[in-house]
């Protein structure tokens, strides 16, 4: 098997602590020369760099080099995979969106309503930037992209890479949803065969099957019904994220035909979401002292003890998910996985250039979406008014348009009222001045 040389965009991420344990765990299936680890920020990805140097020397003293660089040419030259976990502006970026859309009394989120919005317009530029520079090393890597909000991240590179085929857009959430449907009926996610369609944190799951083709589906929403569904792994124990997912029971009682992705929240139920925050203290802030906090302290106690001894410190969904769908681009493995991908008549009766999110075969000739079909009304009109908000968004970027950015906004069912579209706008451009070129 060839051995794969992989950067990873994003080396101070939070989320990279976890994603190398999960290389580390998929190592025989995946195997690995070297990992690059690249980030504009120096210090921080030294951090988690210091603490991964110790856990190779540990779990994977085969692999051949290990890099650490804010060097492009360094992290892109020769690699066969980028893996791209970026926040422009910071998790304090974040915290000021969600606390400007509480304080209007919308929805304050990282990646729905105007706080996704905000999120959206930062990262543009810096996505457009990383996959130019990372086209100018290395013209075949492969580049999955977890960088949010994904769905607004997705439809402006189509715009600036349309032949791109070796860049994937993906979402953790799917998994993440199926790893806690599984646990309802005592199975293992990686057992399950999703139907699934919609857009980035916006669609639904049709039917689940096994793998042997047994249908799971009635088993599964009757369990949903009758004991909640729960998160596991990596979030079972976040209050936040058990709060959302105890909200899926509630959500299919009402819109009965299928399992919802758990960010429907948002849109279906608004007010409630807007009512159970702290403007004071919202999910920013809980990330902050959190997850966040947690993953730099124990940094800095596995670099000064220079060994692992204590620490719980295992492969997650989240990086597992995004390792085994490289795997099926390395090795043409043909297997399904729930992904981003233009629409181009998989969904014939929404826009074809939308960006959707579906299962696909992942082949080395890259993502091979598999037929939905025609979805009912509600679908189609919840679907279509959501990708005409990221359009919009996308639009109003490129051509620094504020009148676009306020129909878009006007269109976000975490919105609706255009007054409040209006102040929020004033609030959001005054707040993200910085970040925002083609509107100041
Ligand atoms: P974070 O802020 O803790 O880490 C991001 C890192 O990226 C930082 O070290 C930062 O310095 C670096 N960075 C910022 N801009 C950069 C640039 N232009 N080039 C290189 N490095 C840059 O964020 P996090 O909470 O760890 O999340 C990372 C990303 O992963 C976010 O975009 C988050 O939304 C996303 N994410 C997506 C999914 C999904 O389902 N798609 C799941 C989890 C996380
Ligand atoms: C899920 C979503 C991601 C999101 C992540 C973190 O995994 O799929 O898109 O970034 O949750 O959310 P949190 O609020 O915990 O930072
Ligand atoms: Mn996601």
Same mark, same amino acid.
């Given at each position: 098997m060839k051995k794969q040389h992989l950067t990873i965009a994003g080396g101070g991420s939070t989320y990279t602590l976890g994603m190398l344990m999960s290389l580390i765990s998929e190592k025989e299936n995946f195997p690995l020369a070297s990992i690059t680890f690249y980030d504009t920020d120096a210090e921080r990805q030294q951090k988690v760099a210091d603490a991964s140097k110790v856990v190779i020397q540990e779990k994977y003293p085969e692999l051949e080099e290990f890099i650490v660089t804010t060097d492009k040419e360094t992290a892109y030259k020769d690699k066969d995979f980028i893996f791209v976990q970026i926040r422009t502006g910071g998790l304090e970026m974040r915290k000021q969106d969600e606390e400007i859309s509480l304080a209007h009394g919308i929805v304050g989120q990282e990646t729905c309503g105007p706080g996704g919005m905000a999120y959206g317009l930062r990262s543009?530029?810096?996505?457009?930037?990383?996959?130019?520079?990372?086209?100018?090393?290395?013209?075949?890597?492969?580049?999955?992209?977890?960088?949010?909000?994904?769905?607004?991240?997705?439809?402006?590179? $189509?715009?600036?890479?349309?032949?791109?085929?070796?860049?994937?857009?993906?979402?953790?959430?799917?998994?993440?949803?199926?790893?806690?449907?599984?646990?309802?009926?005592?199975?293992?996610?990686?057992?399950?065969?999703?139907?699934?369609?919609?857009?980035?944190?916006?669609?639904?799951?049709?039917?689940?099957?096994?793998?042997?083709? $047994? $249908?799971?589906?009635?088993?599964?929403?009757?369990?949903?019904?009758?004991e909640g569904l729960q998160p596991e792994s990596e979030i079972a124990d976040d209050p936040s994220w058990i709060a959302t997912f105890k909200q899926a029971e509630q959500t299919l009682r009402d819109f009965p035909e299928f399992i919802p992705n758990t960010y429907l929240q948002y849109y279906l139920y608004p007010q409630k979401m807007v009512e159970k925050e702290d403007p004071k203290y919202t999910r920013a802030s809980q990330v902050i002292g959190g997850r966040a906090k947690e993953v730099f302290e124990m940094c800095e106690r596995i670099a000064a003890a220079q060994s692992l001894e204590g620490e719980v410190l295992e492969g997650d969904v989240h990086g597992v998910y995004m390792v085994k769908i490289a795997?099926?681009?390395?090795?043409?493995?043909?297997?399904?996985?729930?992904?981003?991908?233009?629409?181009?008549?998989?969904?014939?009766?929404?826009?074809?250039?939308?960006?959707?999110?579906?299962?696909?075969?992942?082949?080395?000739?890259?993502?091979?979406?598999?037929?939905?079909?025609?979805?009912?009304?509600?679908?189609?009109?919840l679907m279509e008014n959501q990708y005409a908000y990221e359009k919009l968004t996308v639009d109003a970027y490129f051509e620094g348009s504020r009148l676009k950015l306020l129909q878009a906004l006007t269109l976000n069912r975490t919105v609706v009222n255009a007054n409040v579209a209006n102040e929020l706008l004033t609030d959001l451009l005054a707040a993200n001045k910085d970040y925002w070129p083609n509107f100041h």
């Open positions: 543009i530029k810096d996505m457009i930037e990383l996959v130019e520079d990372i086209r100018s090393y290395s013209k075949d890597a492969w580049i999955l992209n977890y960088t949010n909000p994904a769905a607004i991240v997705a439809e402006a590179l $189509k715009r600036v890479f349309p032949d791109d085929y070796r860049l994937i857009n993906i979402c953790d959430m799917p998994i993440s949803i199926m790893n806690g449907l599984a646990t309802l009926i005592d199975r293992d996610v990686w057992d399950l065969d999703p139907e699934y369609f919609g857009l980035n944190h916006f669609g639904w799951f049709t039917d689940i099957y096994d793998k042997s083709g $047994k $249908k799971l589906t009635d088993e599964i929403k009757e369990k949903i019904l009758s795997e099926a681009f390395a090795y043409n493995k043909n297997e399904k996985f729930i992904v981003m991908t233009q629409n181009n008549g998989t969904i014939p009766n929404i826009p074809q250039e939308a960006i959707i999110e579906v299962p696909a075969l992942i082949t080395s000739n890259g993502v091979k979406p598999i037929q939905v079909g025609e979805v009912d009304t509600f679908y189609k009109g």
